[in-house]
Structures are given as C-alpha cells and as structure tokens.
C-alpha cells in the first residue's frame, strides 16, 4: 500500500507546485493602475507645440472623446508606436500629443519626419502637466471621454495588440454614450 | 511564397496533427493496424507542413516583406542575409516556430527509424508526440502568429535585429538548444507508450537509448555554444550567470544526463524500471517548465521575451496538462512495474543510484533557486532575487561529490565488483592525483600574480586528475590485454565524456581561481600589467559602417618586453535602434585567454577599460564538446544498428505487450 | 518485526533525515543569499537594514551622475518619485546605463544610508521597467503625502 502511495509522491508535489506558478502570472509587474482614472484632467495652460503663441487649457480637450499620448523625442519606444498613431488618426480618432520635457525644434522636426497624427500637441517642456498627471514615463497613453474624464490609462507601447485588448471596446462605448446622449 | 501560405500551412499541419494524436491511438485500443500504420505517415506529412511554414517565414525575412509584422520588428533591409534567416528565430513567435519544427522533425524521425519496433508501441509514440505537436501548434496560431500582416499600412523598413543577436552564435545556440528540448519529448513519449503498454523491459530501454542520447548530445552542444556566445559577445568576460534562463536549460540537461546514466542500468541489468520512467516524463517537464518561465514573463532576467499573460496561461495550461497527467498515469500504472535483480553495495548499479541522487539533488536546488523568488512573490514574503553565491554554494561540492564518484565508477563492475580489486585499481590514480593536484599549486601560485598558495586549485586539480587518471589507467588495462578493437564504441564514448566533464571542471575551477580583472582608468599610452601581461593602451580611432559607428581601440600585449599580440576591442553605437555594443578584444588560448572591454569614455582620451586574463577558461567549452562527442560515440555503438526483423519481435518477450488488447 | 521490514523502515527513515537536512540547508541558504529589493523610500524610512547585501532601484535622477576624477568612481541618485538614494559605485557602468533610465543597484548601505554598490544593472529595451522598479514607483505614487515633498527635480528624463 505504502508503495502505491510514494508512486502518487511525484503528482502530489506538481499539485502543490502549479497554483504557485498560477499566482505569480497573475502578478503582472508591468500593470500600473492610474491615479487619475475616474478624475478630471488636471487644468493647464500651456502653449501648443508647432504655434508657440497659442495657449492651450483642459476645455480644449473637451467635446469629443480623446485620446492623450505622452511623447518625447528622447523616448525611443515613442518612434515604435508612432505608426500605430498614424494609422489611428487616418481612421478619425482624435489625438492629442502632449511632448514631455523637450526641445521645441527637435520635437517638430521629430514630427515632420514621422508625420503629425495629433490634432495639436501640448508642450510641456518642464513636465509640470506631467507631474500632475502622475506621467511615469513617456510613452503613455489616456482616454478621455467628451467631459474631459480619464477613464483609462496605459503604460508603454500603444500598439495593434494593446489597442485591439484595452482601447478599442473602451473607445467604441465612449463614443456610443456621446452620441446616445 | 506568401506568409498566408505559411499561415495555412500551419493550419494543415495542426489538422494532421489532431489526427496523428487520436488515430494510432484509438487503433492501439480496437487492435485496428491499418489505424497503427496511419501514425508514420501522419507523422511525415505532419513534418512537411511545418516545415513549409517554416520556409515561407524565411521567405518573408529573405524578401524584406515588411507587411507581416514580425519581419518588420527584427529584420531590415540592410541586415546581412545570414542574419535574415537568423533574425527568423530571434524572437518569440518565430523561435516557437522553430520549435514546432524541430518537433516535427523529430517525430518524423521516429516514424522513420522505427521500423523494427513493434507497431502498437510505435503508434502509442507517435501519437503522444502528436498531442505535443497540437499543444504547441495552437499555441502558435492562437496566441504569436508569426504571419500576421500590418495591412494596408506596412512599414518602409523594419526596425532591425538586436546586434546582440547579430552574431554566429544566435545562428547556432538556439538550433541546437531546441533539438534538445524538443528532443526530450521523444523519451517522453516512449515513457508514455510504455506506461499505457505496461512494458518496462530492457528491450524498452534499449529502444529508448538513442534516442535520449541524441537528444542530450543536443542539450549539451546547445548550452556549451550559449555558454561560450555570452562570454564572447556580452562583452564582459562572464561565461555563465545563473540566469534563469541559463537554469531552465541547466535543469533538463541535468536530469537528462541522470536519465542517460539510468536507461543504461534498466538496458544492461533490468533494475531502476521506475526511475527512469520518472525521469524521461522529468526532462521534458522541466523544458516545459523552462519554456514556461521563459515565455510568461514571470521572471526577470537578461533573456527573457516580451512578456504576455496570455501566453503564460496557455502554457502553464498545457504544461499542467502534460505533467499532471503524465504522473496520475505513473500513479495508476507504477505497480505494474517490477525491477528485477539486486546488486551488491559495491557495484556499478550502486554508483549509477549515487551518480543519479547527486544530479537530482542538484536539478531540485536549481529549481528551488529559480523558482523561490516567484514563490516568495506570490506570497508576499517581499521582492527577492537569488544571486549566485547560493547556486555555487550547492553546485560546487555536488560536482565535486560527482567528479569523486565518477573516477570509481569507470572501473567498476555491473551487479558486484569486488571490493579489493577495485581498490587495487584507483590506487594508483588516486595517489597521482593528489600528488599532482597538492604540488602544482606551488608553481601556478607565482605563474599568475596571485598571492600564495590556492587551496582550492589544488582540490580542483585533484578531482580533475582523478577522473582524467582513474579513467586513462582503465582504459590502459583494458586495452593492455591486445583487445583494442573488440571494445565497444559506447566505452570510448563514455571515456570521453567523463574526461569532458573533466576538463570542463578544469576549466572553471582554474578561471575562476587564477583568473585576474581589473577594472581600470587608462589614458592614451598608460600600461597596466596583469599575470605577467603588459597591456598598453596605444591607439583609439573611430570608423563607419552601414549600420554602427565604431570606436575601436588598440592594445598592445607584451610578455617580458616581446610584443605578443595586438587586441582591438570596439565601443559600437548602432543606428537603427540606438543600441551601445561592447565588442571585447579577444586573443583565444589553450591556457589563457587574454581579454579587454571598453567601458566608456572618460574626457578626450581615456576610458574606463576592463583587462582580464583568463587561464584555461577554453577548457569549459572544450569540455562541452567532449562530452557532446562522448555521447555521439556511444550512439554510434553497433549495438543499435543490429538489425532484427519484426517478426522476432513480435514473438519475442519484448514483443509482449503487441497485440494484448 | 521482519527482518525485511526492519531494514526497509530503516532506509525509510535515512531518506527522511537526509531529505529533510537538505531541504532545511536549502532554505537556510537561500534565506542568506537572497537579496531583498527595497525601494529608495523605504531605505528613507529606515525600514532597510544597514551592512546587508540588498537591491534597490529607481529612475537615474537627471544631473546626479558624478565622477571622481581620475578614478572609476561614481555617485548616482536613484529614485522611486518619492525619495532618493544616493549610490556610490566603483567600476565600470553598463552600457545601458543612463540618466533617465532604470537601474537596480546590488550593495549594502553605510551608515550615513549611502548604497554602496558592487553590481549595477540597467536596462532599456523598447518598453522595458525593469518590474522591481515599476512596483517601487507605484508604492510611491499610493502616497500622495510623500510624493508632495518630491524635490523639484524630474525623475523620469532624456
């Protein structure tokens, strides 16, 4: 009997072993749930990147769903998601930039060689609106509805597979609340 | 041809698959041999969709079609075509794809060479590896298709290959890792057939050598090549870092080389039945659990790839599946198994039984180190990391216990060896060894300006000289007797293996010990001496290439005022993805390597510059291929090819277990 | 009792001790060597021990790299957006390494609570943090009171 019961040994340690490896996928170091999410976007007022005399506020964010994507000529992830943008803006959905803590001329250049999908950008050269966003680092991504609320917000590369999982149904709904009224 | 070919290709394959996985099967059950017989071709068929993906993914990289996504992340039109095909496996989709492959290849491989084993048991192998290839081609469609396109807006170029994996060493480590990984699926499955077929005989051990060998001679190759890519290209002089990626190959070669030791005793004497069936379903679990870890993200290390939950899931669910039902069946079958035979306490069955606890003694602390910062994680026990000096405080004294066994084992007898004779055989070794290994020291001491007397290179130069000795004079004795030729090719096999281990623990113990760094400040025309080496800092140039910027310098090395070699290490800043690239200059020895990295500048002419002489460090991977070779050579024992026709199986007691149902 | 059981019971019993020392002597090792990863806050809070092997990691505080001159010796700034750790390192930094970037540092703290450091780690691959890091920065941001005395100084930079 005893030896029949050392032959299940090998399955028993497994079933103890595998919950462990379970929890620690569940653990996703990457994830960083927002601050913001739920809030209002922080008041600013900062100039627009391409039109220096321009000032722009949080009610120029308003009235259409939004996405905000924090980016940098520094920011080397920023190049990789950048065609992702593009092809989103083609496709009619409102982008604001908002260019953290960099130099005016680079950053316009930056744009006019990748092409330009923001509707206009933010110029936050000293990352005050940064700050008060809680910005970990560039390349981030928020989705503000028509009011101006963050409802969600993404950390890292914005690309096919981030949007098709985490924005696009996001998006869709918000859109689908401002038309139904 | 277009990645949509591949794209179905793949489909077809996974469809063959499922029927491989189910039809031989089901007629091992109805004792339907038409059924049987549909494995090998299944199988085959199998193999040359797979492989036709494969070549249409290349196709993709060979032609630049930057419309599939993955070409366009790791390849650029300006790579050199080598890499291209490279680039294929660099990362995870395709590097799966392989996988697949060289799963496809494998069981092709059985299909083929199984002609003389009976058929149900050939149709129960097939069909285990098949549900092994279904596994992983759903993996591969549902979650990393490599073929995904990025249309209607495809990029102008891609974004090229990491220049870490531009290299000689990608084109070869990976290849050669997965024919062992995969490779240990086969074990796995003739396990398995054995457990359903309740034959655990020693015609089934001699069936399953081969095959495990190959596989481990694989493994080793895969992880010598690893070992030595890291050391050349990292640039910094390190050749194994404890890694839990580097672990997650460590363990499978680990119990693999247990498995390779106890299928022998199972062959030749009929005992550690059990044992080796746990240890076949063991090795491909723990590259399962390798490919887990490396996949899923859950660990931090310098390998691993990007990392996605979902893939972790599906893994882990496959893994869970694989293993949990692989040992609920050797729960319910293992009373079946009966070993026959005793054997003495001095006897090579007993060293066999030492040499196994001591390799799974190892693989379970590796797996414990690896494991226990995700463990501690789960449970909120806070972030840990374990760092080496744990590993080596386990791993050294265990190797050691090993090299110590193994120099006895090689003039030991199976069943019972008589103890006084045995004593009378390592005697001289023994006293040679330690007489070489206590003596020199005293002269390496002032060879390499290391201060005094190294305690530890003695005991390293003992245990390698017992094993090279006990395993040299044996084969005097043996071969003393007139009869060269009539010893078997799995004896110079194994006597090459051993010495392999050998200087492979020569190789690390003395780098280790005797190796000098220093990390140092040097201007334009400074000298640094290290072990007897002047090292001078001479020249400092940049130049172009299509792809980097180069800053290259020049040091010259003298010994004793005679110019011995110029070393030219490099600084590389590639363009495409900003990389920095420390290409270390190398002059390659038998008993030495020299070795200089440059840090970084430090004003107009100095940098921070790493010097190294690295003594025998050549050995760790010389040892490696000696061991490789070890196992090709008792691969290669005629036993194997011994042709006998089906029909003497099917009456024989081996055949037992044909047509039971 | 049967001779045969006897002799069984009493390998039963060598396989229980021995396994049993074994896995205590691992345990007790990997408690000795596994380093402890703590935040640049916690280490400001004195939660983290002095003259143990730890980890910490951060963000490359912009401008606070130093080199001693004529030396390899370094001094960073890390920080988690809520405290700062001074590093003092010597030795050659990795290649990846730069202000703005993460780093996670191995070392043990002196008694004026400077790391001193004896590996440093960094790595930037497209999105890459290394996990540790992300985690730290999140714990500082659950603290709203401790990010308000954040210096001035951006933590996350070219």
């Given at each position: 009997m005893s030896n029949r019961l050392v032959l299940f040994a090998p399955l028993l340690?497994f079933?103890?072993?595998?919950?462990?490896?379970?929890?620690?996928?569940?653990?996703?170091?990457?994830?960083?749930?927002?601050?913001?999410?739920?809030?209002?976007?922080?008041?600013?007022?900062?100039?627009?990147?391409?039109?220096?005399?321009?000032?722009?506020?949080?009610?120029?964010?308003?009235?259409?769903?939004?996405?905000?994507?924090?980016?940098?000529?520094?920011?080397?992830?920023?190049?990789?998601?950048?065609?992702?943008?593009?092809?989103?803006?083609?496709?009619?959905?409102?982008?604001?930039?908002?260019?953290?803590?960099?130099?005016?001329?680079?950053?316009?250049?930056?744009?006019?060689?990748?092409?330009?999908?923001?509707?206009?950008?933010?110029?936050?050269?000293?990352?005050?609106?940064?700050?008060?966003?809680?910005?970990?680092?560039?390349?981030?991504?928020?989705?503000?509805?028509?009011?101006?609320?963050?409802?969600?917000?993404?950390?890292?590369?914005?690309?096919?597979?981030?949007?098709?999982?985490?924005?696009?149904?996001?998006?869709?709904?918000?859109?689908?609340?401002?038309?139904?009224? | 041809?277009?990645?949509?070919?591949?794209?179905?290709?793949?489909?077809?394959?996974?469809c063959l698959a499922v029927i491989q996985s189910a039809v031989p099967m089901c007629g091992t059950y109805f004792g339907a041999p038409r059924w049987m017989h549909m494995g090998r071709s299944l199988a085959l068929g199998h193999a040359?969709?797979?492989?036709?993906?494969?070549?249409?993914?290349?196709?993709?990289?060979?032609?630049?079609?930057?419309?599939?996504?993955?070409?366009?992340?790791?390849?650029?039109?300006?790579?050199?075509?080598?890499?291209?095909?490279?680039?294929?496996?660099?990362?995870?989709?395709?590097?799966?794809?392989?996988?697949?492959?060289?799963l496809a290849l494998w069981s092709a491989a059985v299909a083929v060479f199984s002609k003389t084993l009976p058929l149900v048991f050939v149709a129960r192998v097939l069909s285990v590896l098949g549900m092994i290839a279904v596994g992983?081609?759903?993996?591969?469609?549902?979650?990393?298709?490599?073929?995904?396109?990025?249309?209607?807006?495809?990029?102008?170029?891609?974004?090229?290959?990491?220049?870490?994996?531009?290299?000689?060493?990608?084109?070869?480590?990976?290849?050669?890792?997965?024919?062992?990984?995969v490779g240990l699926s086969v074990p796995f499955a003739f396990a398995i057939a054995a457990l359903l077929g309740q034959q655990f005989d020693s015609a089934w051990a001699r069936w399953c050598r081969p095959w495990i060998n190959i596989a481990?001679?694989?493994?080793?190759?895969?992880?010598?090549?690893?070992?030595?890519?890291?050391?050349?290209?990292?640039?910094?002089?390190?050749?194994?870092?404890?890694?839990?990626?580097?672990?997650?190959?460590?363990?499978?070669?680990?119990t693999a080389?247990a498995l390779v030791h106890s299928v022998a005793a199972t062959e030749k004497r009929g005992v550690f039945r059990s044992w080796t069936l746990l240890l076949a379903i063991f090795a491909f679990s723990?590259?399962l659990?390798?490919?887990?870890?490396?996949?899923?993200?859950?660990?931090?290390?310098?390998?691993?790839?990007?990392?996605?939950?979902?893939?972790?899931?599906?893994?882990?669910?496959f893994?869970c599946l694989v293993i949990g039902s692989s040992f609920l069946l050797f729960a319910l079958r293992g009373p079946a198994i009966r070993s026959r035979t005793g054997f003495?306490?001095?006897?090579?069955e007993?060293?066999l039984?030492?040499?196994n606890?001591?390799?799974?003694?190892?693989?379970?602390?590796?797996?414990?180190?690896?494991?226990?910062?995700?463990?501690?994680?789960?449970?909120?026990?806070?972030?840990?990391?374990?760092?080496?000096?744990?590993?080596?405080?386990?791993?050294?004294?265990?190797?050691?216990?090993?090299?110590?066994?193994?120099?006895?084992?090689?003039?030991?007898?199976w069943r019972?060896?008589?103890?006084?004779?045995?004593?009378?055989?390592?005697?001289?070794?023994?006293?040679?060894?330690?007489?070489?290994?206590?003596?020199?020291?005293?002269?390496?001491?002032?060879?390499?300006?290391?201060?005094?007397?190294?305690?530890?290179?003695?005991?390293?130069?003992?245990?390698?000289?017992?094993?090279?000795?006990?395993?040299?004079?044996?084969?005097?004795?043996?071969?003393?007797?007139?009869?060269?030729?009539?010893?078997?090719?799995?004896?110079?096999?194994?006597?090459?293996?051993?010495?392999?281990?050998?200087?492979?623990?020569?190789?690390?113990?003395?780098?280790?010990?005797?190796?000098?760094?220093?990390?140092?400040?040097?201007?334009?025309?400074?000298?640094?001496?290290?072990?007897?080496?002047?090292?001078?800092?001479?020249?400092?140039?940049?130049?172009?290439?299509?792809?980097?910027?180069?800053?290259?310098?020049?040091?010259?090395?003298?010994?004793?005022?005679?110019?011995?070699?110029?070393?030219?290490?490099?600084?590389?800043?590639?363009?495409?993805?900003?990389?920095?690239?420390?290409?270390?200059?190398?002059?390659?020895?038998?008993?030495?390597?020299?070795?200089?990295?440059?840090?970084?500048?430090?004003?107009?002419?100095?940098?921070?510059?790493?010097?190294?002489?690295?003594?025998?460090?050549?050995?760790?991977?010389?040892?490696?291929?000696?061991?490789?070779?070890?196992?090709?050579?008792?691969t290669?024992d005629k036993r194997y090819r011994r042709r006998r026709s089906p029909k003497q199986l099917f009456t024989g007691s081996s055949g037992r277990a044909s047509y039971e149902k | 009792?049967?001779?045969?059981?006897?002799?069984?019971?009493?390998?039963?019993?060598?396989?229980?001790?021995?396994?049993?020392?074994?896995?205590?002597?691992?345990?007790?090792?990997?408690?000795?060597?596994?380093?402890?990863?703590?935040?640049?806050?916690?280490?400001?809070?004195?939660?983290?021990?002095?003259?143990?092997?730890?980890?910490?990691?951060?963000?490359?505080?912009?401008?606070?790299?130093?080199?001693?001159?004529?030396?390899?010796?370094?001094?960073?700034?890390?920080?988690?957006?809520?405290?700062?750790?001074?590093?003092?390192?010597?030795?050659?930094?990795?290649?990846?390494?730069?202000?703005?970037?993460?780093?996670?540092?191995?070392?043990?703290?002196?008694?004026?609570?400077?790391?001193?450091?004896?590996?440093?780690?960094?790595?930037?691959?497209?999105?890459?943090?290394?996990?540790?890091?992300?985690?730290?920065?999140?714990?500082?941001?659950?603290?709203?009171?401790?990010?308000?005395?954040?210096?001035?100084?951006?933590?996350?930079?070219?």
């Amino acid at each position: 009997m005893s030896n029949r019961l050392v032959l299940f040994a090998p399955l028993l340690v497994f079933t103890v072993f595998a919950p462990v490896l379970w929890l620690a996928l569940e653990r996703d170091p990457q994830e960083l749930p927002s601050a913001r999410e739920g809030q209002l976007f922080p008041d600013f007022s900062l100039s627009q990147l391409v039109d220096a005399s321009k000032t722009l506020q949080a009610e120029d964010l308003r009235g259409e769903v939004t996405l905000v994507n924090v980016w940098a000529t520094w920011c080397y992830a920023c190049t990789l998601e950048h065609p992702m943008l593009n092809e989103l803006a083609t496709e009619g959905i409102k982008i604001v930039g908002l260019n953290y803590k960099d130099d005016r001329a680079a950053a316009i250049q930056w744009l006019e060689r990748r092409g330009d999908p923001y509707a206009f950008t933010i110029f936050d050269e000293h990352g005050s609106l940064g700050l008060d966003l809680g910005v970990y680092g560039a390349p981030e991504t928020y989705l503000l509805d028509a009011k101006g609320m963050v409802q969600y917000r993404r950390v890292g590369v914005l690309d096919e597979r981030v949007w098709r999982d985490d924005f696009a149904s996001r998006y869709t709904e918000l859109v689908l609340a401002e038309e139904n009224g | 041809m277009s990645p949509e070919f591949g794209h179905v290709a793949l489909i077809v394959g996974l469809c063959l698959a499922v029927i491989q996985s189910a039809v031989p099967m089901c007629g091992t059950y109805f004792g339907a041999p038409r059924w049987m017989h549909m494995g090998r071709s299944l199988a085959l068929g199998h193999a040359v969709f797979v492989m036709l993906a494969f070549i249409s993914l290349t196709a993709a990289f060979l032609t630049d079609d930057f419309s599939v996504r993955y070409v366009a992340q790791h390849s650029n039109s300006l790579l050199p075509t080598q890499y291209k095909v490279s680039a294929v496996w660099s990362a995870h989709e395709g590097s799966l794809l392989l996988w697949s492959l060289v799963l496809a290849l494998w069981s092709a491989a059985v299909a083929v060479f199984s002609k003389t084993l009976p058929l149900v048991f050939v149709a129960r192998v097939l069909s285990v590896l098949g549900m092994i290839a279904v596994g992983f081609g759903l993996f591969i469609l549902l979650t990393s298709n490599p073929f995904e396109r990025t249309l209607p807006f495809p990029p102008m170029d891609g974004s090229d290959l990491n220049p870490l994996l531009q290299d000689i060493g990608l084109i070869l480590h990976p290849p050669f890792l997965y024919m062992g990984y995969v490779g240990l699926s086969v074990p796995f499955a003739f396990a398995i057939a054995a457990l359903l077929g309740q034959q655990f005989d020693s015609a089934w051990a001699r069936w399953c050598r081969p095959w495990i060998n190959i596989a481990w001679v694989f493994l080793t190759v895969g992880i010598t090549l690893g070992s030595w890519w890291a050391y050349y290209e990292l640039g910094w002089g390190g050749w194994w870092f404890w890694d839990p990626v580097e672990n997650a190959s460590l363990m499978p070669w680990l119990t693999a080389t247990a498995l390779v030791h106890s299928v022998a005793a199972t062959e030749k004497r009929g005992v550690f039945r059990s044992w080796t069936l746990l240890l076949a379903i063991f090795a491909f679990s723990l590259s399962l659990l390798g490919t887990f870890l490396v996949r899923s993200g859950v660990l931090t290390s310098v390998h691993a790839f990007a990392s996605d939950p979902e893939r972790g899931e599906f893994i882990l669910l496959f893994l869970c599946l694989v293993i949990g039902s692989s040992f609920l069946l050797f729960a319910l079958r293992g009373p079946a198994i009966r070993s026959r035979t005793g054997f003495s306490g001095v006897s090579r069955e007993t060293l066999l039984l030492v040499n196994n606890l001591i390799l799974i003694t190892s693989t379970a602390m590796i797996l414990l180190g690896t494991l226990y910062p995700l463990i501690a994680d789960a449970l909120d026990w806070g972030k840990i990391s374990v760092g080496p000096p744990y590993f080596n405080f386990f791993f050294v004294p265990l190797s050691l216990l090993l090299l110590a066994s193994l120099g006895v084992s090689v003039s030991s007898r199976w069943r019972h060896t008589d103890p006084s004779g045995l004593r009378q055989k390592i005697k001289l070794p023994l006293i040679a060894s330690i007489l070489l290994g206590v003596l020199l020291p005293v002269p390496m001491a002032s060879w390499y300006d290391n201060s005094g007397y190294a305690p530890s290179a003695a005991v390293t130069l003992i245990f390698t000289f017992w094993v090279l000795g006990a395993s040299l004079h044996d084969a005097l004795i043996k071969t003393a007797s007139g009869n060269l030729m009539k010893l078997p090719a799995s004896y110079w096999g194994m006597l090459c293996a051993h010495c392999g281990i050998a200087i492979c623990a020569l190789g690390v113990g003395l780098s280790t010990i005797y190796g000098v760094q220093r990390d140092i400040r040097m201007d334009l025309g400074d000298s640094i001496i290290l072990a007897g080496y002047r090292f001078e800092f001479r020249d400092i140039r940049q130049f172009n290439q299509p792809n980097y910027v180069a800053t290259q310098a020049e040091f010259a090395v003298y010994v004793g005022g005679v110019l011995e070699r110029t070393l030219s290490p490099e600084k590389r800043h590639y363009h495409a993805g900003g990389e920095v690239m420390t290409e270390a200059g190398i002059d390659a020895g038998l008993t030495r390597d020299l070795y200089v990295s440059l840090g970084e500048p430090l004003g107009s002419s100095s940098w921070s510059v790493r010097v190294q002489v690295k003594p025998f460090v050549r050995c760790i991977w010389l040892g490696g291929l000696l061991v490789a070779l070890g196992g090709i050579l008792a691969t290669a024992d005629k036993r194997y090819r011994r042709r006998r026709s089906p029909k003497q199986l099917f009456t024989g007691s081996s055949g037992r277990a044909s047509y039971e149902k | 009792m049967h001779p045969v059981r006897k002799q069984r019971l009493q390998w039963i019993l060598l396989i229980l001790v021995a396994t049993s020392i074994g896995i205590g002597l691992v345990v007790y090792t990997l408690r000795q060597n596994a380093n402890y990863f703590y935040t640049p806050s916690q280490i400001a809070s004195g939660v983290a021990p002095l003259g143990v092997a730890l980890r910490a990691g951060g963000m490359v505080t912009k401008g606070s790299l130093h080199r001693i001159a004529d030396s390899l010796e370094v001094s960073f700034d890390v920080s988690d957006g809520a405290a700062r750790l001074r590093v003092h390192f010597t030795g050659i930094l990795p290649d990846l390494f730069a202000e703005g970037q993460a780093a996670v540092v191995t070392g043990k703290l002196d008694d004026q609570s400077i790391m001193r450091a004896t590996q440093v780690l960094a790595k930037h691959d497209e999105n890459y943090m290394p996990p540790e890091v992300a985690d730290a920065m999140l714990e500082a941001y659950k603290r709203p009171d401790e990010r308000a005395r954040v210096d001035e100084e951006p933590y996350y930079e070219p």
